[in-house]
């Protein structure tokens, strides 16, 4: 077959569903798309056939699309009813007489993304005041050493390699850490002065948080244009940008920077309030190089919520951090190590194990925050077909995908009664990238499954949504 020949067969293959004046032509032929590209593959969901594709073979950035080979790799592997454990205790001997501990109250993490989290606010209620209560009944009134976080469960690299500086300090870029707390975002509240003067810095939540901050913002127009620059483990950051003029006060979310040392010092202060001594100062086994303990007697545990209600609110709301933590938990279930590269090999496993080539796959993170991710819309749809045809809890998966219109990330997008409730769908978006993929049922009663992924489009964002929206309906109405 010659090259005119492929072309020709390539071409009528392409316009079975669109005409050459159709929506999805004339997206493309849009000026904002002069420079992007497009990767559209649509597939039958009840025999997988072809339907249309659209250069589904090029790999393009994904953004949070990519959380579905991640909610899915850890669905299949470690089950819906997996749970994280965090346990607390204490080392050495307690003084019945005195209520003295001559040893260190240990907090050991368990890998859990959501201790603490809004999110699962019922689950946990007020663990840390729970805490104080279990070690003030188990008879300690003084404490001949410290409040230690063990956070040993994952390495001490919680922010992928690949990451953007301009990413890591702001909520949506926390790390993964072996003890995380309250989705590891703090938040650091502004004052707008009278005058000229820049925002200044007036609190923190929690106030444990509190690190050192070069102040570069300023107050002007009505968006929210302000960035925290800070890394992991560090005392000192930057605030950059600019913030709304609006109101007297404002939040600026950023990522925590130590959180199990902030775990450890919340609750040394918590029970230096309920009349406990501690001698030493609150630390972490990163700092105090203690990995192991000759006595330990447990307190309490808490469980995480089952895996599928974590998963849920991963892809409900596009929380990278839990899928950065799912990633390194398959990493130290499966490979012994709680690496985000030893998470990577388990998914790259995962995906041959569907019978797929991982060919065309670059994956530098579980959440697709990088800029380096790369995927074709072909293989993520071969992805949700096998979820759907194959998956042990396709349902768990499923139902993880936020109703458009409703829910989540794509609340405020996807309203038109057409697209109804069996349209579910997971969305990524990052600077110039576009891109959802998920399931829906043609008004004939014919279920699909769709991906698309648009790069480097030079108009507005609303455009480009607003066209995938038209599209995504035509093939409703005329399939």
Known sequence: MNRTTIFLTLLLNSVVLFSQDSIFYSFLANSTMEHARVSFSLVDAGNGEKIFEHDSEISLIPGSVLKLLTTAAALEILGPDHRFRTIIGYTGKINGRTGTLDGDIIITGGGDPCLGSENFRQHYGEFA???????????????????????????????????????????????????????????????????????VVIGFSPEECRIDYFNHLSAAGTKDAAYVFAAPYTETGSLEGTIPASGPEFILKGSIADPPLLMARIIDRKLKESGTEITCPPSTTRLTGKG??????????ILSP??????????????????????????????????????????????????????????????????????????????????????????????????????????????????????????????RVRSYAGYLTALSGKELIFCIIVNNFNGSSGLTVSYIEEILKDIIRNQ
């Not at 192991?292 to 545990?301: C, D, P, R």
């Not at 790259?348 to 194990?353: H, L």
Request: charged letters at 25%; hydrophobic letters at 35%; glycine letters at 10%.
């Open 129 to 199: 005041d729970n805490w104080i209560s279990e070690i003030n009944n188990a008879g300690i009134k003084k404490i001949n050493g410290r409040v230690i976080t063990d956070d040993s469960y994952f390495d001490y690299h919680p922010v992928p390699a690949k990451w953007l500086w301009e990413d890591i300090g702001n909520y949506y870029g926390a790390g993964a850490y072996g003890l995380s707390v309250f989705d590891n975002t703090c938040e650091i509240l502004l004052a707008c002065l009278p005058g000229p003067s820049k925002p």
């Open 292 to 301: 192991s303990y000759e006595t330990f007697v447990v307190i309490n545990e």
């Open 306 to 431: 089952c895996l599928k209600d974590i998963i849920e609110v991963t892809n409900h709301k596009s929380i990278n951090l839990y899928a950065e933590h799912l990633l390194k938990e398959m990493g130290r279930i499966c490979r012994g190590k709680g690496t985000s590269e030893s998470g990577l090999e388990v998914i790259t496993g995962f995906i041959e194990g569907t019978g797929r080539d991982t060919k065309g796959i670059f994956m530098e993170d579980g959440s697709g925050l990088s800029l380096l991710n790369a995927i074709s819309s072909e293989q993520v749809v071969a992805l949700l077909t096998y979820m759907k045809r194959n998956g042990k809890y396709f349902k768990e998966f499923y139902s993880s995908f936020p109703e458009a219109g409703k829910e989540g990330t794509l609340r405020n997008y996807f309203k038109d009664p057409l697209f109804g409730a069996d349209f579910k769908v997971k969305s990524g978006s990052m600077t």
